[in-house]
C-alpha cells in the first residue's frame, strides 16, 4: 500500500500563492511502482477534478483553468509539490494527492485551500 499525507493548505487572498505537499510513505516496492502522480480537487458541491499531474518519466498534464498559474513537482521519490501562483477564488477546494500503481489509486485525505476576493 501507499499513503499520502498532504500539508500546506490555508487562506489566502486572491493573487496570492501556496505551496501544498504530499509525503508518500509505503514499501520501496509499492512506491516504486507508482506510475503517476497528482492533484486533484473538489470545491463544495462540485465533481472532484484533475487539477495536475505527473507521470513517472517527468510528463506532465494540467487542466486548462491552472495552467500558466500552478506547477506540479516531484521533489523525490517520496514528496510531490504543487506551487500555486495568482490563486483565484474559484481555486477554492479540498486538495487532494493521488497516485496511480498497478494495483489501482490511493488517496490521501485532503487539504483545504480557500481564497479570499
Known amino acids: 500500500q501507499v499513503q499520502l499525507v498532504e500539508s500546506g493548505g490555508g487562506l489566502v487572498q486572491a493573487g496570492g500563492s501556496l505551496r501544498l505537499s504530499c509525503a508518500i510513505s509505503?514499501?520501496?516496492?509499492?512506491?516504486?511502482?507508482?506510475?503517476?502522480v497528482g492533484w486533484y480537487r473538489q470545491a463544495p458541491g462540485k465533481q472532484r477534478e484533475l487539477v495536475a499531474a505527473?507521470?513517472?518519466?517527468?510528463?506532465t498534464n494540467y487542466a486548462d483553468s491552472v495552467k500558466g498559474r500552478f506547477t506540479i513537482s516531484r521533489d523525490n521519490a517520496k514528496t510531490v509539490s504543487l506551487q500555486m501562483n495568482s490563486l483565484k477564488p474559484e481555486d477554492t477546494a479540498v486538495y487532494y494527492c493521488?497516485?496511480?500503481?498497478?494495483?489501482?489509486?490511493?488517496w490521501g485525505k485532503g487539504t483545504l485551500v480557500t481564497v479570499s476576493s
Open positions: 509505503g514499501s520501496i516496492f509499492t512506491i516504486s511502482s507508482i506510475n503517476s
Open positions: 505527473m507521470a513517472s518519466g517527468g510528463g
Open positions: 493521488n497516485s496511480r500503481t498497478g494495483n489501482g489509486d490511493y
